[in-house]
């Protein structure tokens, strides 16, 4: 069993940079895939980020593509999501998520994972 536990969220200016972490703790023998998912208020909870076990391949909503970067640290059991270049629309509540899978699956549905964190807030002011 995995159980993440996110942090580096906060308050930045339009434009700024943020890096969100998870850290998967739990014994996991076959190797996992993972996510980053947000919910904002009033919405509907929404893919960000995936990427596969062995990190070969990633996949990125179209509405952060070309400004956030999913990668991970199979040696330190961790998950980043570099956030760069935020607009107000990016301010939500971010989720990491995790379920087990080998080699270069990735998944992008909310349903397909089986472990969450309790979150981290992410606020960008205009």
């Known amino acids: 069993q995995v159980q993440p536990v996110e942090s580096g969220g906060g308050l930045v200016q339009v434009g700024g940079s943020l890096r969100l972490s998870c850290a998967a703790s739990g014994r996991a023998a076959s190797g996992y895939a993972m996510g980053w998912f947000r919910q904002a208020p009033g919405k509907e909870r929404e893919f960000v980020a995936a990427i596969s076990w062995i990190g070969d391949r990633t996949y990125y909503a179209d509405s952060v593509k070309g400004r956030f970067t999913i990668s991970r640290d199979n040696a330190k059991n961790m998950l980043y999501l570099q956030m760069n270049s935020l607009k107000p629309e990016d301010t939500a509540t971010y989720y990491c998520?995790?379920?087990?899978?080998?080699?270069?699956?990735?998944?992008?549905?909310?349903?397909?994972?089986?472990?969450w964190g309790q979150g981290t807030q992410v606020t960008v002011s205009a």
């Open positions: 998520a995790a379920r087990k899978a080998h080699g270069s699956y990735y998944y992008i549905s909310g349903l397909d994972y089986e472990y």
